[in-house]
């Protein structure tokens, strides 16, 4: 849980920006900003004013100023004239002082393309390009891929060269109409060009470990799309030589499709389905690529329900970076930027567990994280100037009874917001993973485990919107808060469906929160922020009631 006084200060997100702060201390900064919806916001409005200053610069300052009256000359010959001037007298000519400005100015918009050089956006599509020339410079072999679905896994042969149909008639119908290229459903190329058609996205890069050699490391690139039939989409990419291993399509239905490249297998017929018996895993195993060794059993779901409940034990699935997946005869187990203390938590807790292979990526880098570092000068207090109509900020500190109040109070609404999100993620993370249509097939000790584990998430949640309810309800009807009707939501099938309208109406609570502390521009008039918040948090109470009802059953 974070509160205020964890939170880096301006001047430190202004050096991280600029990459300034030393590497340990870079990393630090990035682990804070996964967790922390406040300080990405505020991450994501010093950029926006760096890029109005670029925009300043480009349309309203380049157009003002003369033309160059001739071409640039070699600076080399001036070089013996700089040194002469060395010795000259300390004041400098009218035109020096004019050449250093340009310097510093020309130093300063450097600094600016460096940090835009680091935005997830723009490393993401740096790395498709990588990985689009790479593609292009390999010859088209026919390669295999792996195609899972909820209800089957098929195998596919893709030959560019005789132009053969990669996917089934029914499947590749769906991602074209979803604007997606599956004529090689690996492909960076394709993956690029979806990308770049969207009118919104939003990306992330991470890198995490090679699900089929976990000594390699991957970069995995996710882009959540803001409409369109794919909801999000994630292409991994082998660090090494920027070839594909493997992507994975959620759509707006919450059906979904994966895409593995097992080249290394023995290759079959594009025609022979790999048909998903119940009593077999729901994620079957890669085919071993050793002929010398017979092949082990593969690990089941029951094995992977039994890794997430022992991490969900220790509260591991509530931000730490691990990815789950089954591989092969184990369940893969891959820690990023774990700090060492935690690590050994994670060992202790999968100790007893036959089947996992546990790895962390740099635990040595990891634990210079927490060397003791030089505590940073406090930051001068700057005095707060109250607009005259300064709306819904001005009303809730003369409720509170003063500024100080006012901080005191968004910082505890902050922190119990901060921790009902990690279990809103948690609780959509397992509907993701085992949605209604997968989970029929599991047997009745998996079901009652999985239930268990969202069980427990919805009641820590529902304590923790109870908590900010409490808080919260005095201040807002204090300030002019009225109850809405509520809509009655549309009934659902399954818990899966009720843990998506969870999700959807905390990210709802949450903006509102944000436009109410100040924390984020406001979207939301103020004069109707009180009310929309009021009635938020009760839809998102009966929203978690619902999903507790459908758990249950």
Not at 331 to 337: F, S
Not at 347 to 373: C, I, K
């Amino acid at each position: 849980m974070s509160s205020l006084a964890q939170h880096p200060e301006g001047g430190m997100l202004l050096r991280y920006l600029d990459g300034e702060l030393p590497g340990r201390k870079a990393r630090q900064i990035e682990r804070h900003l996964e967790a922390c919806w406040q300080c990405r916001t505020e991450i994501e409005a010093l950029q926006a004013t760096v890029a109005d200053c670029m925009r300043y610069r480009k349309n309203v300052l380049r157009p003002l100023l003369p033309e160059p009256p001739s071409a640039w000359r070699d600076l080399s010959r001036g070089f013996a004239e700089i040194d002469a001037q060395q010795a000259a007298p300390r004041f400098a000519p009218g035109w020096l002082k004019w050449g250093m400005a340009a310097a510093a100015a020309m130093v300063a918009v450097s600094a600016v393309v460096y940090q835009l050089g680091f935005t997830p956006s723009v490393r993401a599509a740096s790395l498709l390009h990588k990985a689009v020339a790479a593609a292009e410079r390999q010859p088209a072999a026919p390669h295999e891929i792996r195609i899972r679905t909820m209800g089957q896994t098929l195998l596919r042969t893709v030959d560019r060269r005789h132009g053969e149909p990669a996917l089934p008639v029914a499947l590749a119908a769906r991602f074209e109409a979803a604007h997606y290229d599956v004529s090689n459903p690996l492909s960076p190329r394709s993956f690029a060009t979806w990308r770049e058609g969207l009118s919104g996205r939003h990306d992330e890069v991470t890198t995490v470990a090679d699900p089929e050699s976990p000594s390699q490391n991957c970069y995995r690139i996710e882009t959540v799309a803001d409409a369109g039939d794919i909801a999000s989409a994630t292409l991994m990419l082998r660090s090494s030589d920027f070839a594909p291993v493997e992507s994975m399509f959620q759509f707006r239905d919450r059906d979904w499709v994966e895409f593995s490249d097992i080249t290394g297998s023995p290759v079959r017929s594009n025609d022979s389905p790999v048909a998903v018996n119940p009593e077999t895993p729901l994620r079957p195993a890669v085919p071993s690529r050793s002929a010398a060794a017979a092949p082990r059993p593969a690990a089941s779901v029951t094995d992977e329900l039994q890794v997430l409940s022992a991490l969900h034990q220790i509260g591991a699935d509530l931000g730490d970076q691990l990815e789950i997946k089954i591989a092969g005869d184990r369940v893969a187990v891959n820690g990023v930027a774990i700090p060492p203390a935690r690590q050994r938590q994670i060992q202790n807790a999968l100790a007893g567990l036959p089947r996992v292979a546990l790895q962390f990526s740099d635990p040595s880098t990891e634990a210079a994280l927490h060397e003791p570092q030089e505590p940073l000068p406090p930051a001068a207090a700057v005095p707060r100037a109250v607009p005259p109509d300064a709306g819904i900020q001005l009303r809730l500190e003369q409720q509170l009874g003063g500024q100080s109040e006012l901080e005191r109070f968004s910082s505890r609404i902050l922190d119990l917001n901060d921790s009902a999100m990690s279990r809103v993620y948690a609780l959509r993370s397992l509907a993701l993973r085992f949605p209604a249509a997968g989970e029929s097939a599991l047997t009745a000790a998996d079901r009652a485990t999985l239930h268990q584990m969202a069980r427990q998430h919805l009641a820590a949640l529902a304590s923790q919107v109870n908590t900010m309810q409490h808080a919260l309800d005095p201040v807002l009807q204090a300030v002019g808060a009225s109850t809405a009707a509520q809509h009655a939501a549309a009934p659902t099938d399954d818990w899966q469906s009720s843990a998506e309208e969870v999700f959807r109406t905390s990210r709802r609570v949450e903006v509102l929160l944000s436009d109410l502390l100040g924390v984020a521009s406001t979207a939301t008039p103020s004069a109707s922020l009180p009310s929309d918040l009021f009635n938020a948090l009760a839809e998102l109470q009966a929203s978690i009631d619902r999903c507790r009802n459908q758990v249950a059953r």
